[in-house]
């Protein structure tokens, strides 16, 4: 195998494993992979190997993607699935009560007029979003209750039971540390949305009903 090649699959390999990286270190990374200094001549034959790679991945739906996080309004490199839905994107470590209140705070902190950061980032509380659970708790119950409601239909009320106070905790902690969701900027107890939501999930929060502000400066990054 040729050393090109032999770059390139560690370069790959090492995105995997970091999921997402800014991309000043994303450079960096590969210079040191190549064993050249980044100057101009390397940082082409960077552009020019992400080209490659995604032309390569194709076939099998999968990304090395750029973008610009609105929150801290640097860029990122993520390796991105692109054949997936949108709930699948946090794959098995989530339960579908898990994704569910994650789509409910991605809806609830992209619909907000809280802003956070030099970028007006919009964030939600950390209260706010403990509070989220309250309406999952409510349609479950009314479900599992309703008289209408088949065997079906209650079981699947079952498996999906609303999390508690502690679960929902938790919940948005992984999520923060998995890169899904990220503090905000200078407001301590607020939550904005994170990196691997804007490089993953951009087509589902560009289909939102953004409030005006926030959809004119997401659609100049994403």
């Given at each position: ?5 032999l ?7 090492a995105l995997m ?32 190997t992400l ?17 610009k ?34 789509k ?21 509380s ?8 309250n ?8 479900i ?6 088949g ?6 009320a ?6 508690s ?8 902690h ?35 009903q953004?409030?005006?502000e926030?959809r ?7």
């Amino acid at each position: 195998m040729a050393p090109r090649d032999l770059h390139r699959m560690a370069f790959v390999q090492a995105l995997m494993d970091s999921l997402f990286m800014q991309e000043d270190k994303c450079k960096m990374l590969f210079a040191r992979i190549v064993g050249r200094p980044l100057d101009t001549a390397l940082e082409a034959q960077y552009s020019q190997t992400l080209k490659d790679l995604n032309d390569q991945m194709g076939f099998a739906k999968f990304k090395i993607k750029t973008v610009k996080s609105p929150v801290d309004n640097k860029k990122y490199v993520g390796f991105v699935n692109t054949n997936v839905d949108e709930p699948s994107k946090l794959g098995s470590r989530y339960s579908l009560a898990q994704r569910d209140l994650f789509k409910q705070a991605m809806e609830c902190i992209s619909q907000s007029s809280c802003i956070a950061g030099s970028n007006g980032a919009p964030c939600a509380s950390q209260m706010e979003l403990l509070n989220l659970g309250n309406r999952s708790a409510n349609f479950q119950t009314t479900i599992a209750n309703s008289s209408q409601a088949g065997p079906s239909t209650q079981a699947a009320a079952a498996s999906n039971k609303p999390l508690s106070k502690r679960e929902i905790e938790d919940t948005l902690h992984h999520l923060t540390k998995d890169g899904w969701l990220a503090g905000a900027p200078s407001k301590p107890g607020y939550l904005c949305l994170g990196v691997r939501t804007f490089l993953e999930l951009n087509a589902y929060l560009m289909a939102l009903q953004l409030p005006d502000e926030t959809r004119a400066a997401w659609e100049v990054v994403l």
